[in-house]
């Protein structure tokens, strides 16, 4: 008989024990207790890169909205604070000196037109033009 009683008791003792719970989780005021908790002082002991490591951020940048953030930037105050001269002169430099290459090309090719042209007019044979770098003196250059 005794065999029998003891999972009796225990789990008489477990039903009590999560009565007890119950009661006292459902008679505490969870708003005075999370007003009691440093958030600050939560935060400074969560090691956020390990909380990063276990996230799948691209499911979480799918499910957070941006609005509301994005709402908050002063864009007034980043424009001030950014050295627009700088950006547009560095932008407009890659810009020139792209139409400068195109224009140095276009030179190029038209100075071999108008050798090739030249050559047939006074009836010789167009030979390239002169001082390619495969036809310098071996002790020229730098």
């Known amino acids: 008989m005794e065999g029998r009683l003891v999972p009796r008791m225990e789990a008489l003792a477990q039903a009590v024990a999560e009565r007890a719970v119950e ?3 459902s008679a505490v005021d969870m708003n005075a207790l ?3 908790v ?3 002082a939560l935060l400074d002991q969560v090691d956020f890169d390990q ?3 276990r996230i799948d951020l691209d499911q979480m940048v799918g499910r957070l909205d941006l609005n509301p953030i994005l709402a ?3 864009v007034e105050a980043l424009v001030q604070q950014t050295d627009l001269g700088a950006v547009i002169a560095r932008s407009s430099s ?3 000196s792209e139409v400068l290459d195109v224009f140095r090309s276009q030179t190029v090719g038209l100075d071999e037109l108008i050798a090739r042209w ?3 007019l006074r009836r010789r044979p167009y030979t390239g033009p002169p001082g390619l770098p495969g036809r310098l ?3 020229s250059g730098s």
């Open 118 to 120: 030249i050559g047939r």
């Open 38 to 40: 440093d958030l600050n």
């Open 137 to 139: 003196p071996a002790g």
């Open 72 to 74: 908050r930037i002063d």
């Open 23 to 25: 009661i006292v989780v």
């Open 34 to 36: 999370l007003d009691g």
């Open 94 to 96: 890659g810009v020139a």
């Open 51 to 53: 909380v990063l490591a």
